[in-house]
Nanobody, 124 residues
Framework: QVLLEESGGGLVQAGDSLRLSCVATGGTFSAYAMAWFRQAPGKEREFVAGLSRTGRWTDYADSVKGRFTISRDSAKNTVYLQMNSLKPEDTAVYYC?????????????????WGQGTQVTVSS
């Protein structure tokens, strides 16, 4: 059983930056591809960024390419999402997820574990 706990969300203004963190406990961190998803009110949960087990392969939603960066620190069992140039449309609850596959997929269904989410609100 892997437990994921996100932190780092908050209320910021458009153009600001935030860094989200997700700490994994109870499993072998290197055995999982990791990803960030988000869900805005009234919308489906959507893929934001994904990272392979090794961290060498990354994938991003078109809406965040060039602004967000996903990374992992195996020594700390932590995955990060650095978010720059935030926009009001980035407002959502952000979730961390872990998948036993080698690379992260954009589909929510394969993911084995999810965090409880952290709220990001971007004001205009």
């Amino acid at each position: 059983q892997v437990l994921l706990e996100e932190s780092g969300g908050g209320l910021v203004q458009a153009g600001d930056s935030l860094r989200l963190s997700c700490v994994a406990t109870g499993g072998t961190f290197s055995a999982y591809a990791m990803a960030w998803f988000r869900q805005a009110p009234g919308k489906e949960r959507e893929f934001v960024a994904g990272l392979s087990r090794t961290g060498r392969w990354t994938d991003y939603a078109d809406s965040v390419k060039g602004r967000f960066t996903i990374s992992r620190d195996s020594a700390k069992n932590t995955v990060y999402l650095q978010m720059n140039s935030l926009k009001p449309e980035d407002t959502a609850v952000y979730y961390c997820a872990a998948d036993r596959s080698f690379v992260a997929t954009t589909d929510t269904r394969p993911y084995d574990y999810w965090g409880q989410g952290t709220q990001v609100t971007v004001s205009s």
